[in-house]
């Protein structure tokens, strides 16, 4: 509630920047026909192993965890020397860096009883571990890591002399591949011991070389392998269409601290919303209950105004319940309608990118995929947050 508070005291309400627009302040039909059941391919069974692995990834052993911050530090410097062959525990260890998040505590919770025999759990469980342990991760693994090595001086020491060989750096360098290495500015390391370039190519380096590492840990891959293993059902249907969801276009106070339901990364950005190009769309259930809140823009693409949209993320429990085909179609049409009304030039959606711009969910990406495609993808720099641009978009219409 503090911080709520505090957020109160900096926040503007900017309706005004919808001016000039028009849409129906009672809010856009929203209609979910039905939701789909899951179930695993003929002669498909899951990994019974995989799952009581997965079950423990957010506990920690008494033994470690009472020796705490110091074994962090020491799984740090292996980290820093190369190694990715971590013990479970060790793992464990490095995600406890996220375990006392609420989205992580939520997430144990409704999973606290997992059954083999119950395909469409599984699928649901499957996905949203895959998040916390990709998007969640990334979003916050590294101001973790900056928070612990402030506060960890006899750590932080370490890392940076052991970072103060250049081979040794060199090598911490080329284990972030190509393309992610660029994001880190060594030199920042090397000379002037920044802690937050550090924790940022720490964080790089577990999730592409610990929880990624198809030959060693590799829980990601492996949750995805599982995954793989299911296919919608056409049997037992459940009957989404009696739902009270309406769509709302918003710029309101309520409508920033809406955006957190989602459990997305940009809740608490004030640049982000201090943007006049930019608004919400969020989707509300009996007119009380926050579903799912897109992210939309307001920018000249191919020399006129249109609509642009990025950031399509239900609520965790609302995703399970859903079809999401549906979903992502009813935000489409409402953003057609609004162009339309609003004679813009076209609806266009971001790329995926690193920074998971067009949606943290993986059901949700895997739909709307099927419009990431070169003849409709458009060259397009545009900053979507403070500090990260996308570089292409797709136009839907």
């Known amino acids: ?24 302040s009672e809010g856009y039909p ?58 479970d525990q060790e793992v464990n260890l490095l995600l406890s860096l996220i375990s006392e998040m609420e989205q992580i505590k939520e997430f144990k919770e409704r999973y606290e009883s997992l059954d083999l025999n119950q395909p469409e759990q599984l699928f649901h ?29 006899k750590t932080r020491s370490r890392l940076f002399e052991l970072l103060s060989s250049e081979k040794r750096l060199k090598h911490f360098e080329g284990s972030l591949g190509k393309g992610k290495k660029e994001k880190i500015d060594w030199d920042k390391i090397l000379n002037k011991k920044d802690i937050n370039q550090l924790s940022t190519a720490l964080s790089i380096y577990i999730q592409n070389k610990i929880l990624s590492n198809r ?11 599982e995954l ?35 459990g997305i990364c940009t809740a608490d950005d ?50 399970s319940e859903v079809n999401i085909k549906d979903f992502c179609e009813s935000i489409l ?3 057609k309608g609004f162009v339309g009304e609003n004679n813009l030039g076209g609806v266009y959606i971001t790329e995926q990118g690193d920074f998971h711009a067009l949606s943290n969910r993986g059901e949700v990406m895997s739909y709307l995929g099927r419009y990431l495609k070169g003849e409709n ?21």
């Open 1 to 24: 509630f503090r911080e709520v508070k505090d957020y109160l005291e900096k926040l503007e309400d900017r309706s005004d920047d919808l001016d000039g627009y028009s849409f129906p």
């Open 30 to 87: 929203f209609n979910l026909d039905e939701g789909r059941t899951y179930k695993l391919r003929e002669d498909e069974k899951i990994n019974p192993d995989l799952i009581s692995r997965t079950k423990t990834l957010f506990q920690v052993s008494p033994e470690l965890i009472e020796k705490g911050e110091n074994e962090i530090g020491k799984i740090l410097g292996k980290l820093v020397k190369g190694a990715s062959d971590l013990e």
């Open 125 to 153: 469980y499957l996905n949203e571990l895959r998040e916390n342990l990709g998007v969640l991760f990334s979003d916050h693994c590294s101001s973790r890591l900056t928070q612990f090595l402030k506060e960890d001086e």
């Open 215 to 225: 030959k060693l840990t590799g829980v990601k891959d492996k949750i995805g392998k």
């Open 228 to 262: 793989k293993k299911f296919v919608e059902s056409e049997e037992g249907f459940k009957l989404a269409s009696s739902r009270n969801l309406r769509a709302y276009i918003s710029k309101n106070v309520a409508s920033f601290f809406a955006k957190a339901s989602a």
């Open 270 to 319: 004030l640049w982000l919303w201090n943007r006049k190009d930019h608004f919400h769309i969020n989707v509300v259930e009996n007119n009380e209950r926050m579903r799912a809140n897109i992210q939309a823009y307001i920018t000249k693409i191919e020399g006129k105004p249109a609509l642009l949209l990025r950031g399509f993320n239900p609520n965790v429990d609302f995703i």
């Open 333 to 335: 049409n409402i953003a």
């Open 377 to 397: 993808e458009i060259a397009y720099s545009f900053d979507i947050v403070d500090g990260e641009k996308i570089k292409e978009v797709y136009k839907i219409s």
